[in-house]
């Protein structure tokens, strides 16, 4: 199962700026998590 954990660094994203995905319309970032799948940090 994924671990959930605060990432401290991110792309230019920040939790409650809106995003828009092309073909799903418009979000909003709720919260920035690093996952942990298979061994990998995502």
Same mark, same amino acid.
Not at 23 to 35: D, L
């Given at each position: =199962?994924?671990? /959930? /954990?605060?990432?401290? !660094?991110?792309? +230019?994203? /920040?939790? +409650?700026?809106? !995003? #828009?995905?092309?073909?799903? +319309? #418009? +979000?909003? !970032? =709720? *919260? !920035?998590?690093?996952?942990? #799948? *298979?061994?990998? /940090?995502?």
């Amino acid at each position: =199962m994924s671990t /959930k /954990k605060s990432a401290q !660094i991110r792309l +230019g994203f /920040k939790t +409650g700026e809106h !995003i #828009v995905y092309p073909s799903h +319309g #418009v +979000g909003r !970032i =709720m *919260a !920035i998590e690093e996952q942990e #799948v *298979a061994g990998f /940090k995502l």
